[in-house]
């Protein structure tokens, strides 16, 4: 489906630059007829690139400028083209007098004059793409869900804490339990008098004689 879409795109896009190429035939002469040329060539160039923008060449999203590509990329291709261009109008004028000489200023004469002499159509053309250049697209934004309002601090919900255990107080509840409770009796034996049949029975000494 992309590519159909794209062919279609890009074969009207042919279409039009065709009829502005077409278009730019019947120009008359003189300095108003030559600039409707070339602005009929440059606009060519643009549209060629434009169809395959709005085609869905990029991404399908809303066409925008380009603000980094237009100053870093078609300013200094416009003062390039616009030089040489300029230099190339059929009457003598102020702006053809001035840009000649300071190409001799320049030293750049040589390459004026030969791109002034077959190439000022390409150059036309190649201004109106570097201008197409500069319109982008941004893709489609996705959908997403909107974002939610924080609650309050009495709803939220505190995380239950879990209870704090301390090893040396444990131990010493534990140690002071076991001095409060009494120490058990203890019963001391005593040895029993000897009986009566225990007692050791002595006999009487006899009477020594004389």
Same mark, same amino acid.
């Given at each position: 489906m992309?590519? #159909?879409v794209r062919g279609? %795109? /890009?074969?009207?896009?042919? #279409?039009a630059a065709g009829f502005c190429l077409?278009? %730019? /035939?019947?120009m008359g002469d003189g300095v108003a007829g030559y600039w409707a040329r070339l602005g009929l060539i440059a606009a060519a160039g643009l549209v060629l690139v434009l169809f395959q923008v709005f085609g869905g060449w990029t991404k399908w999203g809303l066409p925008q400028l380009s603000g980094n590509v237009f100053v870093l990329g078609f300013l200094p291709a416009l003062a390039v083209a616009g030089w040489v261009l300029i230099s190339g109008?059929?009457?003598d004028n102020? @702006?053809?007098r001035h840009v000649v000489e300071w190409s001799g200023d320049l030293h750049v004469s040589r390459l004026v004059r030969h791109l002034r002499d077959g190439y000022l159509g390409v150059l036309a @053309?190649?201004?109106?793409?570097?201008?197409?250049f500069t319109v982008d697209t941004r893709g489609p934004r996705p959908l /997403? %869900?909107?974002?939610q309002e924080p609650l309050p601090t009495s709803a939220r919900e505190e995380p239950p804490v879990p209870p704090a255990t301390d090893a040396p107080t444990a131990l010493a509840a534990r140690l002071d339990d076991e001095e409060a409770a009494p120490e058990p009796e203890t019963t001391v034996l005593s040895p029993e008098p000897p009986g009566p049949e225990d007692e050791t029975r002595v006999a009487p000494r006899p009477p020594s004689a004389g």
């Open positions: 992309v590519g #159909a279609v %795109s /890009t074969l009207l896009g042919i #279409a077409w278009l %730019s /035939t019947h109008q059929p009457d102020w @702006f053809q @053309f190649g201004l109106g793409n570097v201008l197409g /997403t %869900s909107p974002p």
